[in-house]
């Protein structure tokens, strides 16, 4: 092959995997941890995705004095419902548009829930005709008389507070929402476009932004929002800034590390490609078999830098005077080899068709490794001159050999203290794992706060827990809903909540619509009964003829159905909360303030046709993320055991394969022990990390117990590993430094977890050759 | 012809004229610190046979707290206190509104506290002021400027003696209207 082929192919490489990835969508979603076919995870993700609580913002108003907040939210309120975005939004002063209250109005009588028999008896008629009396006496009347002649019984109003209502209202202050302690006015937004379609959840944080802007002009208002739109978008410029950020003072931090110890600049593009090789062909090759890539897995791909980082390091380390670059990598070659392959195969008990999110890191991995491998061993001596050596500042000398000088006692120490470290573990049994998703999500922890005290403060249902009820058809659904929001009701009485939403509050199913119909007085009972109890009442004779004629068109009208609201801001508000989709159709009810989900889920009335389910997001995602973790060991496992068996196959001796994996086990032991002293719970990014740890642990295991007697030789391979730690370190060290959850685990697990396997490894491969031996 | 003449002719003097006397009355109402009274309302509505009749007592305290207390033919209790409007009534019990947050009810209130208050600023904000008389025997006729408001009122009539308003007519485009007459003592 001539010499220019070889770079050649791996250019057109690369820009292949590039081209395939620029066409592949980052899903920050939870499929990863869904098991196939689970109706429940199924429809967990469709709340995730588009549930009615996905589409609230949750606006707090804080700074200058009251009546400025106030009046920001006043003028913030109507400048939104002017823009196109948002479904509905509250701040306490909202009336329902005139079109629309004509809309209640016409259909009162099937709508209002008070609309029953004993509202038209003798008794309820006289009393209520006193009351409107002495309502017309206030000085209010000019603008609430104008209903009198067609509703006496006030149906009207009643329909508006369930309107108006929804789950518990905040305080008022100065006509608007405000919090309990009166520090911040409050408002909600409900959005158009669902919880999911972040392209609309960012017109929509956009369009509050800017009508905050003119609305508090000139004022010391300050604005805060959340909420899962909110949530999401900020998450992701927090977590782009952040990590690019962090990234580009990483890899300043890994030149400038490279150019110090080697004096050559050529290390650091050279020493880049294979890392650049990895990513492109992890990336790629996930793409062509999964289609998409998963957040967690673009996270993984960081850590992956670390291992690839190292494959060129030990060949400029390993570089000497007469002897070619093609050379020297040979003499690596089967050490390099067998490192390479027990990630590749620890890897390979990762990949499970029935659980995507493990086999794409596994894939990944193997992917990326291959290529990393591949370049450094073909590509880097193609580019390279045969007699290239780095000039080592921090040379090669003697004085590595007293580090290098075996100290089996040491050893032996660091052996039993391993050893009690994780006897320690096993009997104080702390609390090791972390499921929640919350302590997953790369959401700053102050926003959580934040959405928190807002959801309090606002009595907005919280994203977490919610009914639903799965029907063929509207109707089954709205006649279940209304049995589960009796049963919710005495449930509230017994204080197990704080309030739901339910459509059927707003919209009774056409059967409740019917039984109201029929227990509709007769007109002319009605109208004989009126007269009577209208007596030596002031009322003008025939006033209350359109209240005679509206029941008694109300007897015969057609149920009101879903689709006659369409377009109308009631119709808007029903079809989020009941809607058709694949399953049938699907009611919601949002809960706020459940005090124990257990019992409500426990106690739920069964549906007759169709499914109710209880929902507790939080604690079904955490199952499914604990279910993940615990696939994820249990495949572990079984890598470490294909681990075992590849050094076993590449050393032939168990001297051997012990001293390469029995220091790196007490590294992870010290190192999970480290994590939890510092207060941190494992998640799915501390065991990805560990993942990387065992590779690279591994790895400096086998270096350190290379068969090389050439002490010469040996100072070259410490020389290398203390090159490939400390780039580690200081990739992994900044990142531990970061706010955010993920970035943070990975970067302490990782830190942790190289400086103590390349100090186990050090103290203990070749005291554990030699002793043996 | 003449005349209509010399009427427009003076028009603006006329004006001038009114608008001094109304300064003047504003500034005697201003003038008013405290102040107790008992009212009689009349009020006729298209719906009614019979006008409702109430009574009960007012009471002042300049600047923002005005408050009608009804005593028949059932106790109501209406007080503004700045921006607060809190009701007390038989059937709904004790309940507090923000005037900023009820558009609707704002000029109502204003015009009977901003009036004896002698806020014509306020009064400005929400009416139309016409103003007829002298200061020592006037006429205020408020029109409202917010078209909603105007679907509500078409008209408060202030009727006054200097310092004194003597009674508060209320007029609504569909023809009904309440009169409430006040004796201070």
């Keep these: 092959m001539r010499r220019w082929q070889i770079p050649l192919f791996w250019l057109l490489a690369a820009l292949l995997c590039g081209g395939i990835i620029l066409k592949t969508p980052v899903a920050a979603d939870l499929t990863l941890f869904v098991p196939r076919a689970d109706p429940v995870a199924e429809l967990l993700l469709d709340q995730f995705r588009s549930g009615p609580t996905t589409r609230l913002i949750l606006i707090g108003l804080t700074g200058a004095v009251e009546a400025d907040r106030a009046t920001v939210s006043r003028r913030l309120a109507e400048q939104l419902r002017s823009s196109g975005p948002f479904v509905r939004i509250a701040n306490g002063a909202d009336a329902l548009p005139e079109a629309e209250l004509h809309i209640l109005f016409a259909h009162r009588y099937l709508l209002s829930p008070t609309a029953g028999p004993e509202r038209f008896t003798p008794e309820a008629l006289r009393a209520a005709l006193q009351q409107r009396l002495r309502e017309l006496q206030s000085p209010l009347a000019v603008v609430q008389k104008r209903w009198l002649p067609a509703d006496p019984t006030g149906e009207v109003l009643t329909l508006l507070k369930r309107w108006q209502g929804g789950i518990r209202e905040p305080a008022k202050r100065l006509g608007v929402w405000f919090s309990p302690d009166g520090d911040r006015a409050l408002l909600l937004a409900e959005t158009r476009a669902a919880g999911y379609d972040l392209a609309g959840q960012r017109q929509a944080v956009t369009a509050i932004r800017a009508a905050f802007a003119t609305a508090a002009a000139g004022t010391p208002v300050e604005l805060q929002m959340s909420g899962p739109g909110v949530i999401a978008t900020l998450a992701e410029d927090t977590v782009r800034a952040e990590a690019e950020l962090l990234s580009v003072l990483a890899t300043l931090g890994v030149v400038l590390m490279l150019v110090l110890v080697y004096r050559s600049v050529r290390t650091v593009w050279i020493g880049a490609l294979p890392m650049l090789a990895a990513l492109l062909a992890g990336a790629a090759v996930v793409d062509l078999l999964f289609g998409k890539m998963y957040a967690l897995t673009l996270a993984f791909s960081m850590t992956l830098l670390g291992e690839t980082l190292d494959y060129p390091t030990y060949l400029f380390s390993h570089r000497q005077a007469g002897e070619a670059v093609r050379d020297t990598l040979r003499g690596l070659w089967p050490t390099m080899r067998l490192c390479a392959a027990t990630t590749l195969l620890g890897c390979l008990a990762m990949i499970a068709p029935d659980v995507p999110g493990l086999s794409q890191l596994g894939v990944f991995t193997i992917a990326g490794i291959a290529a990393a491998v591949a370049t450094t061993r073909w590509l880097l001596p193609a580019l390279l001159p045969p007699d290239w050596r780095p000039a080592r500042v921090i040379g090669v000398g003697v004085w590595m050999d007293a580090l290098l000088k075996p100290r089996p006692r040491l050893a032996l120490a660091v052996g039993i203290a391993g050893l009690l470290t994780l006897l320690a573990l096993v009997v104080k049994n702390p609390p090791v794992w972390e499921d929640d998703i919350a302590a997953l999500s790369p959401v700053p922890r102050e926003l959580l706060r934040l959405d928190q005290d807002l959801r309090n403060a606002l009595g907005a249902p919280e994203v977490g827990q919610l009914i639903a009820i799965t029907a063929p058809d509207a109707e089954t659904a709205l006649q279940q809903s209304e049995i589960v929001a009796a049963w919710l009701d005495a449930q509230q009485q017994k204080g197990l909540l704080a309030g739901y939403e339910a459509v059927a509050r707003t919209l009774p199913s056409q059967q409740t619509q019917r039984q109201r119909q029929a227990q509709l007085p007769e007109r002319d009972v009605l109208a004989t009964d009126l007269a009577r109890v209208a007596e030596g009442l002031p009322f003008q004779p025939g006033l209350f003829n359109p209240f005679l004629e509206d029941i008694a068109a109300a007897r015969t009208a057609p149920p009101v159905r879903p689709e006659d609201l369409r377009g109308t801001l009631l119709g808007t508000r029903i079809g989020i909360l009941l809607f058709p989709d694949e399953r049938g159709w699907t009611a919601l009810l949002p809960l706020s303030g459940v005090r124990e989900p257990k019992l409500l889920a426990a106690g739920l009335p069964p549906s007759v046709v169709g499914q109710t389910w209880y929902?507790?997001?939080?604690?079904?995602t955490n199952r499914l993320v604990a279910g993940f973790r615990t696939t994820a060991l249990h495949r572990l496992t079984w890598g470490v055991a294909l681990i075992v068996a590849v050094i076993w196959i590449g050393l032939r001796c168990w001297r051997g394969v012990i001293a390469a994996l029995i220091p790196v086990s007490i590294a992870l032991i010290v190192t999970v022990a480290a994590l939890l002293a510092f207060g941190e719970r494992l998640s799915l990014f501390h065991l990805v990390s560990l993942l990387l740890v065992l590779g690279i642990g591994v790895d400096y295991g086998l270096f350190f117990s290379r068969p090389a007697a050439d002490p010469e030789q040996r100072r070259r391979t410490?020389?290398?590993?203390?090159?490939?730690?400390?780039?580690?370190?200081?990739?992994?060290?900044?990142?531990?430094?970061?706010?955010?959850?993920?970035?943070?685990?990975i970067g302490l697990t990782v830190s942790i977890g190289v400086a103590a396997s390349f100090s186990a490894a050090l103290v203990m491969a070749r005291p554990l050759l030699t002793r043996m031996s | 012809m003449k005349r209509w003449i010399g009427v427009l002719l003076c028009w603006p003097l006329t004006v001038v004229a009114t608008d001094e006397a109304l300064t003047e009355v504003m500034r005697l109402l201003a003038g008013v610190k405290s102040l107790q009274a008992e009212f009689r309302e009349e009020k006729t509505l298209a719906m009614l046979q019979q006008p409702l009749i109430a009574t009960g007592r007012l009471y002042y305290q300049a600047p923002a707290y005005w408050r009608k207390q009804t005593v028949q033919p059932q106790?109501?209790?209406?007080?503004?206190?700045?921006?607060?409007?809190?009701?007390?009534?038989?059937?709904?019990g004790k309940r507090d509104f923000n005037l900023n947050g009820y558009p609707q009810l704002r000029p109502l209130v204003e015009a009977i506290r901003a009036t004896q208050s002698g806020d014509r600023t306020t009064l400005e904000r929400y009416y139309r002021l016409e103003f007829q008389g002298t200061s020592a025997e006037w006429t205020l006729r408020l029109i409202p400027l917010d078209p909603t408001a105007a679907t509500y009122i078409s008209a408060i009539v202030m009727r006054g003696k200097n310092e004194r308003i003597v009674s508060v007519e209320t007029l609504e485009p569909d023809g009904d209207r309440s009169l409430m007459i006040i004796e201070s003592h």
């Design chain 1, 615 to 620: 929902l507790d997001l939080r604690a079904e």
């Design chain 1, 718 to 745: 410490l020389h290398a590993l203390l090159v490939c730690c400390g780039s580690a370190l200081t990739v992994f060290g900044m990142l531990a430094t970061s706010e955010l959850p993920a970035l943070r685990a």
């Design chain 2, 75 to 92: 106790p109501e209790d209406y007080a503004a206190d700045g921006e607060w409007l809190t009701v007390e009534t038989m059937d709904a």
